[in-house]
């Protein structure tokens, strides 16, 4: 909805959204959070990221949010894409499917 993100969740979802055909924003911040197994170590890596992003000054954050926007228009519109053909319940199908997959791993 016009706005970066940083997952806080199961690891390997930004891969996951990126099969999808979602841009993320490793240009910007370190994703390498999102490839560590560990649910403590990573949620301490994705806030990290968030204290990085806090620390820019004003200027500098309006500068990487306006850097952003061709990335934050594509993944608007994917997600639309995604919401207008599939049915609601085929979506939450999709997110089972990557909680399950991830139970699997452990």
Known sequence: FGHPFIIIGLPNTLSYLR???????GRFIDES???IQDDDKRLC???EQIDNLAALN???LQ??????????????KRF?????????IEMVNLLEQLADNHHQEL
């Open 63 to 76: 500068l990487q949010r306006k850097k952003m926007i061709p990335i934050l228009k594509h993944n608007y």
């Open 33 to 35: 959070y999102d490839n």
């Open 80 to 88: 639309f894409e995604i919401h207008n053909s599939l049915p609601n």
């Open 45 to 47: 890596a994705a806030f």
């Open 58 to 60: 004003y200027n500098d």
């Open 19 to 25: 099969k999808l055909g979602f841009m993320t924003f």
